[in-house]
C-alpha cells in the first residue's frame, strides 16, 4: 500500500506520481515544479546509492547546484520549498550502507523515516472501509485517485486566501495542539524538535483543511494522524534525541 498511499497525496494536487530514478541535476527541475504543492516520490531503492546523500541535503535545503551560463555569469539556480514524500523498501542509511557510506543526521532529519505498518495487520491500512483485504482496498484507493485529483489542493488554498488572518490564528492553535500531543518538551534536543515541527504543520493542515469542509473528516484526526507518524519515527530515532551522540 506504500504506492497507493503516494497516488492519494498527489491526488490532493492533482500532481503526477515521479519516480527516484532519476539523475540528481533531473531531481532539481522536479522539484521546482513541484514547490508549494508537494512531490511525491516512488521506490527510493531506484536512486543511486553514492548520490542519495547529497539529494536528500538538496530537496530537504530547497536549492539546487550553483552553474555558470556559457559567457561566464553565475545562472540562477533552482529553488523550491515543498514537504515531499517516499517510498521504499529500504531506509536512507541503509541505501547509503549499500555502498559504504555513513549517513548523517542532517540527511535522515531532511527524509523521515516512517514504518509502513499501521500496526492492525492490514499493511498501512487501519480502516479497509467495506474492502475485503488490505490488496482490495489499496486498488479501491488507487482508482479513485486516478479518476477524482486536483480537488481538494485547490480548495483548500481558495479557503486560505479568503481567511486569511483567521486561518494564521488556527494554524498557530493546531500547532500548539500538536505539540502537546505528541509530548514536545522545552528540554528535547533540537533534532526532535526540528522532525516535531514539520509534523506539527502537516497536522496544522489537515485540521485547517477539515474545518473549511475540504476533507470530511471528524476534528482532531489529522491531529492523531500527525502525532501517530510522529511517534513512529520517534521510536526509530536515537534514544536521548541526538543522532550524533548516539553515533559517538
Request: a positive charge; proline letters at 1%.
Amino acid at each position: 500500500g506504500k504506492t497507493t498511499l503516494l497516488k492519494a497525496a498527489c491526488s490532493v494536487n492533482g500532481k503526477d506520481l515521479h519516480g527516484w530514478r532519476a539523475t540528481d541535476n533531473a531531481l532539481e527541475s522536479i522539484a521546482a515544479r513541484h514547490s508549494d504543492v508537494g512531490m511525491c516520490l516512488d521506490e527510493i531503492g531506484e536512486i543511486e546509492a553514492r548520490i542519495i546523500g547529497n539529494v536528500s541535503y538538496m530537496l530537504g535545503n530547497g536549492l539546487g547546484k550553483a552553474r555558470a551560463q556559457r559567457n561566464g555569469s553565475d545562472k540562477k539556480p533552482h529553488t523550491w520549498r515543498l514537504l515531499y514524500m517516499s517510498s521504499g523498501e529500504k531506509t536512507l542509511a541503509e541505501h547509503m550502507a549499500s555502498v559504504g557510506q555513513n549517513v548523517r543526521a542532517g540527511q535522515e532529519l531532511r527524509l523521515l523515516n516512517i514504518e509502513a505498518n499501521a500496526g492492525t495487520g492490514l499493511g498501512v491500512f487501519d480502516n479497509l472501509h467495506d474492502a475485503k483485504d488490505g490488496a482490495a482496498m489499496s486498488d479501491k484507493l488507487s482508482k479513485a485517485t486516478a479518476n477524482h485529483y486536483g480537488h481538494a489542493g485547490p480548495a483548500f488554498i481558495d479557503y486560505v486566501v479568503s481567511n486569511r488572518e483567521n486561518c494564521k490564528d488556527k494554524v498557530d492553535s493546531f500547532k500548539t495542539a500538536f505539540k502537546r500531543a505528541a509530548n514536545i518538551k522545552a528540554n528535547d534536543d533540537g533534532q526532535i524538535k526540528r522532525a516535531a515541527s514539520r509534523f506539527a504543520l502537516i497536522a496544522a493542515a489537515g485540521e485547517l483543511s477539515t474545518s473549511a469542509g475540504v476533507t470530511g473528516w471528524q476534528t482532531g484526526d489529522a491531529l492523531r494522524a500527525a502525532v501517530t507518524c510522529f511517534d513512529s519515527w520517534r521510536k526509530s530515532w536515537a534514544p536521548a534525541g541526538s543522532r550524533e551522540a548516539e553515533q559517538a
